[in-house]
């Protein structure tokens, strides 16, 4: 752990979308993917089901725009990200297929990254850029 005077962070505690459409987020992150959460008043839904995040990273626009499209510009036809959040999943191949046949649009779909990692990538409704991955490094007993 890394110290500057009092603040030492030791883990991410937590991490989620701040959501205008309940309804649209509700629908991707618990029917699609599954996520199973607890709704408290006012509509608040989490979880902590979930294992941690295995890595923190801030990601260039620039190398997210080149991930999924090429270059490094993003496309001024689709709204740039704020975040982006991947899950791991046993099959990208099978999520992202179920995902598209729900009305998502990829824009990465089932590809094999230069370090090994497969994902699928598309904006959620919140506008996080969302990774279906496969990331075997990830994958071993700890």
Not at 22 to 33: F, H, P
Not at 79 to 86: H, I, N, T, V
Not at 107 to 134: M, Y
Request: charged content about 20%.
């Amino acid at each position: 752990m890394n110290q500057f005077g009092n603040v030492g962070v030791l883990f991410i505690a937590g991490f989620g979308p701040i959501v205008r459409d309940t309804v649209a987020s509700r629908k991707l992150y618990g029917e699609n993917l599954g996520i199973p959460f607890k709704e408290e008043t006012g509509g608040y839904l989490h979880t902590e089901a979930l294992k941690g995040a295995n890595s923190f990273a801030l990601w260039p626009l620039s190398h997210a725009a080149q991930s999924c499209f090429g270059n490094d510009a993003w496309p001024d036809d689709i709204p740039a990200p704020q975040a982006w959040l991947e899950f791991d999943v046993d099959s990208v191949e099978e999520a992202t297929a179920e995902l598209e046949s729900r009305g998502y649009r990829m824009l990465v779909n089932n590809r094999t990254e230069p370090w090994g990692q497969t994902v699928s990538r598309f904006l959620s409704p919140e506008g996080l850029l969302v990774g279906i991955t496969f990331t075997p490094w990830m994958r071993t007993n700890k």
